[in-house]
């Protein structure tokens, strides 16, 4: 059964730094790509960034660019995501997405963690 | 780039059809078969529906179809259930080699 936990999530000041991780299990991971979606309480969903099987490409929403960096380690079944310089509209509920085939692009998510909540507020 | 465009609301009864749609533009939606449809219950992650236009994932019921035509794509959901009602999203790949997503939809079954 393929399971995706979050964690690292909290409150944090404006301007502060947060780094989520995401294990993986259930299937190979390092067969795909990965994903991190996030949703604003009581708003849509909006792609974050994604990274490849092999760490090779890696794509970022115009939003967080610069600000957010999206790594893997495939020997940890593990994604990460450093935020830094958060902003409030930053918070939102974080979620770690599998992709359907390796490159992720263009990204199409077939399993999704619960999520992890990030409130950015001083 | 904005997101793409979905009715806020739409209803139906048990055993009717309905139609979402998700109109983006050229660079998007209409460029590339690259759209995705995800159905989320409150307080749950959201699943994958449709992949591609019109593709269903194993496991999805085939009263779910997809379709696109121009700007526009569309999600159909025949023979309505109670189990329907829910939020759904639709999403697109993009000219930026970005993804994004619709405003979403809440679906209604009366």
């Known amino acids: 059964e393929v399971q995706l936990v979050e964690s690292g999530g909290g409150l944090v000041q404006p301007g502060r730094s947060l780094r989520l991780s995401c294990a993986a299990s259930?299937?190979?991971?390092?067969?795909?790509?990965m994903h991190w979606v996030r949703q604003a309480p009581g708003k849509g969903l909006e792609w974050v960034s994604g990274i490849s099987w092999n760490s090779g490409s890696i794509g970022y929403a115009d939003s967080v660019k610069g600000r957010f960096t999206i790594s893997r380690d495939n020997a940890k079944n593990s994604l990460y995501l450093q935020m830094n310089s958060l902003r409030a509209e930053d918070t939102a509920l974080y979620y770690c997405?599998?992709?359907?085939?390796?490159?992720?692009?263009?990204?199409?998510?077939?399993?999704w963690g619960q999520g992890t909540l990030v409130t950015v507020s001083s | 780039q904005s997101a793409l465009t979905q009715p806020a609301s739409v209803s139906g009864s048990p055993g009717q059809s309905i139609t979402i749609s998700c109109t983006g533009t050229?660079?998007?939606?209409?460029?590339?078969?690259?759209v995705s449809w995800y159905q989320q219950h409150p307080g749950k992650a959201p699943k994958l529906m449709i992949y591609e236009v019109s593709n269903r994932p194993s496991g999805v019921s085939n009263r779910f179809s997809g379709s696109k035509s121009g700007n526009t794509a569309s999600l159909t959901i025949s023979g309505l259930q109670a189990e329907d009602e829910a939020d759904y999203y639709c999403?697109?790949?993009?000219?930026?080699?970005?993804?994004?997503f619709g405003g979403g939809t809440k679906l209604t079954v009366l």
């Open positions: 050229s660079s998007d939606v209409g460029g590339y078969n690259y």
């Open positions: 999403s697109s790949y993009t000219s930026s080699s970005t993804l994004i």
């Open positions: 997405a599998k992709d359907i085939l390796s490159y992720g692009d263009p990204p199409i998510f077939d399993y």
């Open positions: 259930g299937f190979t991971f390092d067969d795909y790509a």
